[in-house]
């Protein structure tokens, strides 16, 4: 039998920049991306009564056979600086271990399958 599920979610990811750069790459596969959710702020500890600065996202490129996902920015991220991106998705989840996928073991201790 076979079961389609279908994933919906939203990446909240923390960066630090190694060197200065005006390109993130992340790893991408069989994902449907909202381009108009994707988001990249200064990163600004809890608490803080500094403002997150918001860095322009120039385009959005996917390569599928590269499976990656590049975000071209308007002015290059600062090294030693920290920042957080955020974009929405949707994802198949699949029985084949790319992408999303779904997978359970056989936890013999606990006598259950997770």
């Given at each position: 039998m076979i079961v389609k599920l279908l994933l919906i979610n939203n990446l909240l990811k923390q960066l630090r920049s190694e060197k200065p750069t005006s390109e993130i790459r992340l790893h991408s596969v069989n994902l449907q991306l909202d381009p108009n959710s994707t988001v990249?702020?200064?990163?600004v500890e809890e608490?803080?009564?500094?403002?997150?600065?918001?860095?322009?996202i120039v385009s959005q490129?996917?390569?599928?056979?590269?499976?990656?996902?590049?975000?071209?920015?308007?002015?290059?991220?600062?090294?030693?600086?920290d920042y957080?991106?955020?974009?929405?998705f949707k994802a198949n989840l699949y029985?084949?271990?790319a992408g999303f996928y779904r997978s359970s073991y056989r936890d013999e201790d606990a006598n259950s399958t997770r």
């Open positions: 990249l702020h200064s990163y608490g803080s009564v500094d403002k997150p600065e918001t860095i322009d490129q996917e390569n599928s056979t590269l499976e990656q996902l590049t975000v071209r920015l308007a002015e290059p991220l600062q090294a030693g600086h957080q991106l955020s974009m929405a029985q084949d271990l």
